[in-house]
């Protein structure tokens, strides 16, 4: 039976006028340009949310030659418009709606979001409680931050452990590496861990297959480490390694962003992902 609802709460310090201009103006600069936060992550390049009932929440493409044509996937079409107060959507790409709340707080502002399936759906996406943690980190940061959205660069790491969450809360203590969403608490287990240095993402994914000295008995070698790289052109780049002799563990798949898994010649894992146009 699929999920009925899902909700978060969040506080910021600004006032309810303030954090719903933030959240609705802002949401190209707040939205975390990671690899699976977009439902096409190699052809978008940003997000918008257009104001008043009616108004659309768009995944926004680059045109185009002719850019007469929009390019848009439309997420959800606007219900409510209270500005300071509430906001609310019907989702166009799966069977929910969800509400905004603004709610005055002494020194700032209560923020929740409650998704919920609609009576007789089957098909809900709820992504909004991992979503709104971001919307917390650009209002704390917005007065001194650049005002232009941030981009991976086109090079990242994956690091394997038998608990990435832990890893993550270690390495943002010990180490001070710091995350664009946020640092697991104590027993959450997201499905997407990163870390960043400057524009450059850490990738934390659960460790898997036998320990070392079980793996060169059986001969399978345990993956603990990777190479993430963002290319123009996937499909000329799959052809190449398939043409030159690379091992290749997965074609090409798409689960937000289109990639494919291949071994170099001494078995070191790599990911080529296709980069989205706004990646230099």
């Known amino acids: 039976m699929t999920k009925q609802s899902a909700s978060a709460s969040v506080e910021v310090a600004t006032y309810p006028e303030t954090a719903f201009r933030i959240f609705t103006d802002d949401i190209d600069l707040w939205w975390v340009r990671g690899p699976i936060n977009f439902f096409d992550s190699a052809r978008a390049v940003g997000m918008k949310i257009e104001p008043g009932v009616g108004g659309r929440i768009l995944e926004v493409y680059q045109p185009g030659t002719d850019t007469a044509v929009e390019d848009v996937l439309v997420l959800g079409k606007v219900t409510v418009w209270e500005p300071g107060s509430r906001f609310a959507y019907r989702s166009e790409v799966d069977d929910t709606t969800t509400q905004i709340d603004f709610e005055k707080l002494d020194g700032g502002t209560k923020v929740t979001v409650e998704q919920t399936l609609i ?10 409680p991992n979503v709104i943690p971001w919307f917390v980190s650009w209002t704390a940061r917005r007065d001194t931050a650049p005002g ?5 660069d086109r ?10 969450a832990a890893a993550a809360r270690w390495l943002h203590t010990v180490f001070g590496l710091e995350s664009w969403d946020r640092i697991p608490a104590e027993g959450e287990q997201p499905d997407w861990l990163e870390l960043h240095v400057g524009r450059r993402a850490i990738l934390l994914f659960k460790l898997e297959g036998q320990a070392s ?6 001969g399978v070698r345990r993956l603990d480490h990777g190479i993430w790289v963002y290319v123009d052109d996937l499909d000329a780049h799959f052809a190449r390694s398939s043409a030159y002799g ?14 494919y898994e291949a071994d170099d010649l001494e078995g070191h894992r790599w990911t080529f992902a296709q980069a989205r146009p706004t990646m230099t």
């Open 119 to 128: 009576q007789g759906g089957e098909s809900a996406f709820y992504f909004w």
């Open 148 to 152: 232009t959205p941030r981009e991976l």
């Open 155 to 164: 090079l990242s790491i994956a690091l394997y452990y038998e608990d990435p």
């Open 213 to 218: 000295g079980e793996g060169q008995a059986s």
């Open 246 to 259: 690379a091992k290749i563990v997965s074609e090409i798949h798409q689960h937000g962003y289109r990639r």
